[in-house]
Each structure stands twice: as C-alpha cells, then as structure tokens.
C-alpha cells in the first residue's frame, strides 16, 4: 500500500532556477522549506504524515558522488545535506537540516550547472498498518494537512479550501465501524470500493475508535 502524496516542490527545477555564479553554484532560499520541515518535525500530530525529498540526476554523465548540497546560515555557516547512494524510482533520499524557525536567511545549495540535477521536497499520508486506531489520530491528520497546504500555498492560501473529511479506498469491499460513546456507527463501501468519512466533533478524541474490516490501501482529505 502505499500513501497520497499531496504537494511536492521542486527545487533547482524549472521554477527555481537561480543564476550560476563563478564558482558553479546554484542557490535559492531556504526558510520556507525549512518552516515546513520544522512543522513536519515539530508541530504534525498524525502518526500517518510522511515527507520525502529527493535528488535526481537529470544529467545522465553525472555520477552521485559528484553533487554536493549544502544549507548555510547569514554567518556562513555550512550544514551538509546527507544523500543516500542507493537511487530509488523518484531519485536519492535526501536528509535535510532543520532549523528553529527563528533562524533567518537559511539558503539552499547545490555545485552543479542547470538542468543537470533536481531537488524534491513533498510531503502525503499513508494508509493506517493497524486495522484499528482511535479516531483523533486518524482524523488530526485533516488538520495537519491543512496546516501544511496553507504554508505551501503562501500568499494564496486562502484560494485553497480547508479539508474536513478523508476518502478511504479499498481493494475490495470493505466497512468501517466507529466504536463510539453512545455505541456503534457501521459505514459500507460504495460501488468504487470508497468510504467517505465527515470529521463529527463528538468523536474527535483518543477514546473513539476506528475498526477497518480490511486495510484502506489509500486515504486522501477532501474538502
């Protein structure tokens, strides 16, 4: 099973380009990724949120050994980026620093010429491993999503719609129960093996619980 991704952004791409300097290095800033790392590592309440970022070699006579990425501070100060050698189907996994979000004029890095190598950052939610779980920790995950779209979004957040229900995708016909204070809730899938589940506020705590008869093999907010 694997997750929806929701929002990626591409770095030293098409859209981010910045000129070559003398010593054939491209940078572009840093702060705004490093504010959604930092929510991602700080602030996200849902066990289900995951983020990735990637390296890839648009070059085919580049070898990995030959990219260097670097994150440096307003004093200079350089902080490596870890890339893993093993290349997956989006490119190599990167580690990125992540600093308090008081720190100003962060700038990304990267020793190659453009159009020679790309950096991804995206960020989803994956499917629950568990076929139960309580329903704050399912259902938080709208808020987390929201939260990260709006920082994504920037100064157009405000085009984007806050999400406040999850469709669950099955393989096969599948239910949902919901174990609740006042009893039990059944929810059936549809004609496209979907469930499509409302945020209810009287449910939103760690002692409701949430029972799949299958594992969903995918869940995405909707608005």
Avoid: C
Wanted: net charge negative; glycine share 4%; charged share 25%.
């Amino acid at each position: 099973m694997s997750g929806i991704r929701l929002f990626t952004i591409f770095i030293f791409g098409m859209l981010f380009l910045a000129p070559l300097n003398a010593a054939e290095v491209r940078s572009t800033a840093y702060d705004d990724i490093n504010k959604i790392l930092y929510l991602i590592q700080n602030k996200v309440r849902s066990p289900l949120v995951y983020h990735h970022s990637f390296l890839k070699l648009i070059n085919q006579k580049l070898a990995i050994n030959d990219v260097k990425i670097w994150v440096n501070d307003a004093k200079g100060t350089e902080y490596p980026v870890t890339i893993d050698s093993e290349q997956q189907d989006d490119g190599y996994a990167l580690k990125l620093p992540v600093f308090p979000l008081e720190t100003d004029d962060l700038m990304i890095n990267i020793n190659q010429a453009k159009g020679d190598a790309s950096f991804s950052l995206s960020f989803g939610i994956n499917p629950p491993s568990n076929l139960q779980m309580n329903y704050y920790d399912l259902f938080v995950v709208l808020d987390d999503m929201n939260e990260l779209t709006d920082e994504m979004a920037g100064a157009m957040s405000w085009f984007v719609s806050d999400r406040d229900r999850l469709i669950f995708s099955f393989e096969t016909k599948a239910q949902v129960t919901i174990l609740h204070q006042n009893g039990e809730t059944i929810f059936q899938t549809d004609e496209d093996n979907r469930i499509e589940l409302e945020r209810e506020e009287d449910w939103f705590n760690r002692q409701t619980q949430v029972i799949f008869s299958t594992l969903p093999k995918t869940i995405e907010p909707e608005d």
